[in-house]
């Protein structure tokens, strides 16, 4: 493998987790007085961290969120997660590869800590992902699109940007990516190859993903 760290975004990559979440995000600004359709949430706010969201409605309408708007949300998400999620088919198998072949690889996420473990422990990702392998955008002072939570992810596994290569799905994982001046594929499982301009290549099927990275 020429690369020799794979980082993964983790909502919509490892764990189903963005119809869940989205669904849930337009419902709750919706019922907070701010239409927010499913589509809406998915072109705004996918792979974003939730300061993003406060910044938005902030901007578009000059109104701020409730103070209690995060804690809200994420137990309303963190429900649904305990009820209905499941790994992204075919990730377990991706990560057994690289084991095989000795590769190191972390999750890089703009979700918090507390996102991804209630996610990895439901769909069993925990197995795989030790907490020195875990960074989130509570980690650094930007999340994506900035760069800053995928170079902070190299630093802390010794590996060089441009040794790196990116898994995302949302448009602005792929922006910091290149950003951070690391290759990128773009997972197009739920988001159109041409709303993630700039990756290297593109898979819709996670078993297409190893030969991709050779």
Known sequence: MRYELVIFDNDGVLVDSEPVS????????TELGHPTSYEDSLRDYMGAAVHRVHDLVKERTG?????????????????????????VAGTTEVLGKLVADGVPYCVASSGSHERIRVGHRKTGLDLWFRE?????AQDVG???????LFLYAAERMGVAPERCVVVEDSPLGVRAALAAGMDVYGFTAM???????????????MAQLPELLM
């Open 63 to 87: 109104q701020l969120l409730p103070d209690d708007f995060d804690e809200t949300f994420h137990a309303r998400v963190f429900a649904a997660f305990e009820r209905e999620l499941a790994a």
């Open 22 to 29: 989205n669904t849930i995000l337009a419902g709750y600004l």
């Open 191 to 205: 988001t159109p190859a041409d709303r993630l301009s700039g990756a290297r290549g593109y898979f819709d099927d």
């Open 132 to 136: 020195d392998i875990v960074f989130s």
């Open 142 to 148: 930007r999340g994506k699109p900035a760069p800053d």
